[in-house]
């Protein structure tokens, strides 16, 4: 593996000079509809009548678009776009239980609100576009509209449908492999292959295709010198923050000793606080942290597969059987199961001491320190620990998803056609998590004794006690850690099944044209059964549990749709056109609920078309939303209860913060328009021009408060977040909770646009069939607010922390390429506008200057008359290297990776 990783740093120089020389394959971004056969996909309506234009604005990128970058899946490729919001990828999730998970967020505004469609259904896996294997994507829609009364609840801010490559002819093998040319590592490899025949005269069809994929990631945080221990930290973006309330091997915080930390031989020596303390942390000295082991991008291991045969039972009824497998799995390093002490000169009222309690006669103490305890009248001390060498936790996931889909689709005499479909899937989610402490147990051995002949044992005389030894970096023994710690354990299955019915026709003609419209009906059932093992759920563990979850719902639909031509061939109204949809949706849970759109397009003059649409979209509860018991985890947050004296700055606190579900939640109501025209000027042969103006505003929104909002927003002074915080001694913050909840709004609006030129090189005087590509799209969003019915806070600009919802107030990408049949390739330039590392505090250093990212792609096609073509690629992402932004861990723009360059070989027969 080191000599691949070798050629692959070495291939950085080749592309450098390989792009100078020719620019590339760039997929065309296009109106909505793709056609498959005889059926047209339109993912924004319902509506399949040839040559109808939906009113809602829709991009369509095909396999060479997603391409670009060598992204490691679907949703990483969306990512890039200026629309989506890396909410949960790799480099957002590698210390939480959604590692390696790829959904979709569009307008930041949350995966849930951004519904995944694949030909037009919904698919198992909670959005997981990890498990399609991107080989067998033909193209994708994106819809950057409400669409809920076309396809249901969850498309608030948009849809991405996925269509599959099911004609698909031949034999195609492939294998890639990539690092970071710039530290050499996040090394992954892939390989793919599908394969797809005609049979009985070509009344049936039959693909097949598939890909596995392996991805070191990036451990440990440390390894990027501008992310690992940097933090916010005394009100200012620091370098080298660690924790000053414990030590590797333990760190007295109470008493005479107070300040003293122990050695590996258990003897003790003063605490190196650093320059500068506050809240829980110090920078500089040796503070420990998670950053020096935890992962920064998430290793992933994964394969997928899909096969899909279609036939022609009679001349107007084709059957559609698909079958999707994949798993994900992996275990790595992930975070530490520490202790956590009081910070020097705290004082904590007696009771509320933090830490853990050791006794003036542990065994394992030595003779001198107990002198000098017994001296000062005390009768032990408390302690913090950071426990790399006790209670390291790693994390062990496998996700496994399967769905089969049956669908019919048939044209009576008339020319109206009917489609019905029934398709069932399973998701599994199996975690367990070895390392974390047991309460009692810990209680147990920590309280060592001597037994009066030599021996160190436990105190309480507990069968099969293990007496462990705190004092000093790897004194635990093997037996003892194996006493103390136990595995935190999940094993869960959701189920979705879904069946529907529809019929679509022109039943008349009016002068402007032909009538359309789409009637049906649907109903899926979804199950969640979550079980958690015996520990915890007997609560055993001191700071992380798993959850038991067991609910469902059944929701019947019916719906339909009309697209009538109103005016054509008139002075500026060229074809005027009416587009309206309606759905009512029935839950078990919370009842019946209607989504509606209206919309119009026009063509003013030629090539012109405006168009603007007004819905009613909805999304109600999903299943982790409703059913989730209390989940624990842990945040560092800014407390401005508590301020440094010097600085008047908050201080910083390690929290414990506790979530869970809410059965009474209500659906989210949202209200959206978009206004926009496309312009594709018939003087001008190749250029396509559009520009969108949206507005979304969402009231009882469904979500959890991000433990830093809910402080800020309790300080701000709304009393019910108040009363999810619980207050320690001066004011600290021992807990946080955050269950789901229906705030009061959210609300934002912006712009997308585009620009698209194709110029055939012939036209300058070229021989040859290639052409260039010039493409610029983005997104300028005016504001992104959440209001909770007390305080509104806006997140445009908000942009370097990652547990917020900010977003840009500009995103670009521009790209420039050359098409053509032997060679192509491309540049791109991905543009971020300045902002913020968290809006919503006082940063002295808050500010994050202009970024501009440059990928590049270059393929050669190899055509050879005696035997297979072939496709040799390469692609570069960050090619020069551009530093993340300090302090940007987790954050969903910015590139902590570095330049990657992949290459690569696809076999064509």
């Not at 899926?524 to 563990?541: P, Y």
């Not at 798993?546 to 074809?575: H, R």
């Not at 600290?732 to 909840?741: A, E, K, L, N, W």
Request: proline content about 5%; overall charge negative.
């Amino acid at each position: 593996m080191s000599s691949v990783r070798g050629r692959l740093a070495g291939s950085a120089s080749f592309f450098a000079a390989a792009v100078s020389m020719a620019v590339p394959a760039f997929a065309q971004d296009a109106q909505s509809g793709d056609e498959q056969g005889n059926v047209i996909i339109v993912s924004s309506s319902r509506i399949d009548a040839e040559g109808f234009d939906a009113p809602t604005p829709t991009v369509h990128l095909d396999q060479g678009a997603l391409s670009v970058g060598g992204r490691p899946n679907v949703a990483a490729a969306l990512n890039d776009l200026p629309q989506f919001r890396a909410t949960t990828s790799p480099q957002t999730t590698g210390t939480n239980t959604s590692a390696g998970q790829a959904p979709v967020d569009l307008r930041g505004l949350g995966n849930n609100r951004t519904l995944v469609l694949m030909d037009g259904r919904r698919f198992s896996s909670e959005n997981d576009l990890n498990t399609v294997p991107s080989i067998m994507i033909k193209g994708l829609d994106v819809v950057t509209g409400g669409a809920s009364a076309a396809w249901g609840s969850g498309a608030v801010a948009g849809v991405v449908n996925i269509q599959i490559d099911n004609e698909f002819e031949g034999l195609v093998l492939g294998g890639s492999a990539g690092l970071s040319t710039s530290y050499g590592d996040d090394f992954e490899y892939r390989f793919e292959g599908k394969f797809g025949t005609s049979f009985d005269g070509g009344r049936g069809h039959f693909v097949i295709g598939g890909e596995y994929y392996d991805s070191d990631g990036v451990i440990p945080k440390v390894d990027r010198p501008r992310i690992g221990r940097w933090a916010n930290f005394n009100g200012a973006v620091t370098p080298d923050v660690g924790y000053a309330n414990m030590a590797y091997g333990g760190l007295i915080t109470s008493g005479v000793l107070a300040g003293q930390a122990f050695n590996a031989d258990g003897s003790l020596r003063p605490y190196d606080y650093g320059y500068a303390q506050g809240g829980n942390f110090s920078a500089g000295g040796e503070g420990p942290s998670n950053d020096d082991w935890s992962p920064l991008v998430t290793p992933q291991r994964r394969y997928s597969a899909l096969a899909s045969l279609t036939y022609e039972i009679t001349p107007s009824i084709q059957v559609t059987a698909q079958v999707r497998h994949s798993r994900m799995y992996n275990d790595y390093i992930w975070f530490g199961d520490n202790i956590q002490g009081d910070v020097l000169g705290a004082n904590p009222n007696p009771g509320e001491e933090r830490g853990q309690f050791i006794s003036v006669d542990n065994a394992f103490l030595s003779q001198g320190i107990r002198d000098q305890l017994v001296a000062a009248g005390e009768d032990g001390f408390y302690m913090g620990r950071a426990n790399r060498d006790l209670s390291y936790s790693s994390i062990d996931f496998e996700r496994k998803t399967t769905q089969a889909t049956l669908a019919f689709d048939g044209t009576f005499s008339n020319g109206f056609r009917w489609s019905a479909y029934y398709s069932h899937g399973e998701y599994q989610n199996n975690i367990d998590t070895p390392g974390f402490l047991l309460t009692e147990n810990f209680a147990n051995a920590v309280d060592a004794v001597q037994d009066g002949n030599g021996n160190i044992v436990c105190a309480s005389g507990a069968p099969g006690c293990v007496p462990v030894n705190l004092f000093g970096y790897g004194a635990p023994s093997d037996a003892a850690i194996d006493y103390v710690t136990g595995t935190p354990s999940m094993r869960s299955k959701t189920k979705l099944d879904v069946g529907g019915v529809s019929l679509r026709g022109e039943p008349i003609s009016l002068p402007a044209g032909d009538v359309s419209f789409s009637v049906g009906g649907e109903i899926r059932h979804e199950s969640i059964n979550q079980t958690v093992g015996d520990l915890d759920a007997a609560n055993a563990f001191t700071t992380f549990s798993f959850s038991a979850l067991s609910g469902g719902y059944t929701v019947s639909e019916g719906f339909a749709e009309v697209a009538v031509p109103l005016i054509y061939n008139t002075p500026l109204l060229q074809q005027l056109n009416l587009n309206a949809a309606a759905r009512y949706s029935h839950y078990s849970t919370t009842g019946g609920i209607w989504s509606w759109k209206i919309g119009a397009t026009n063509e003013f003059f030629p090539g012109f078309v405006g168009r603007v649409t007004r819905s009613r979209d909805i999304r109600s509860a999903n299943l982790s939303e409703l059913y989730t018991q209390q989940t624990t985890g842990y945040n560092t947050i800014q407390n401005p209860f508590r301020t440094d004296p010097n600085t008047g700055r908050p201080l910083s606190e390690y929290v414990l913060s506790n979530g869970g579900g809410n059965p009474d939640l209500a659906p989210e109501k949202a209200n959206t328009w978009t206004v926009g025209a496309t312009y594709t000027p018939p003087a001008v042969p190749g250029l396509n021009l559009s520009l969108d103006y949206y507005h979304i505003d969402i009231d009882n929104v469904i979500d959890t408060i991000a433990s830093q909002d809910v402080v800020t927003r309790c300080f701000n002074g709304n009393q019910a977040l108040c009363d999810r915080i619980d207050f320690g001694a001066n004011n600290s913050i021992q807990r946080t909770v955050s269950t789901y909840v229906n705030l009061a709004n959210y609300k934002t609006d912006g712009i997308d646009g585009q620009v698209d030129y194709k110029l055939p090189i012939y036209k300058l005087g070229f021989d040859g069939n290639g052409q260039l590509h010039f493409n610029v799209k983005g997104t300028w969003v005016n504001s992104l607010t959440i209001d909770d019915g007390e305080s509104t806070i806006e997140y445009v600009r908000s942009q370097g922390y990652a547990f917020g919802d900010g977003v840009p107030k500009w995103r670009v990408n521009a790209t420039v390429g050359y098409e053509s049949e032997g060679i192509s390739g491309l540049v791109r330039a991905r543009y971020l506008s300045p902002g913020d590392y968290n809006s919503s505090l006082n940063i002295s250093n808050n500010h994050i200057g202009s970024y501009t990212y440059f990928d590049g792609q270059l393929s050669f096609n190899v055509k050879n008359a005696s035997g297979p073509d072939m496709e040799m690629y390469i692609n570069a992402s960050n090619i020069f290297n551009k530093k993340p932004p300090y302090g940007s861990l987790y954050s969903p723009y910015y590139d902590v990776i570095g330049r990657f360059v992949s290459v690569g070989a696809r076999v064509k027969l």
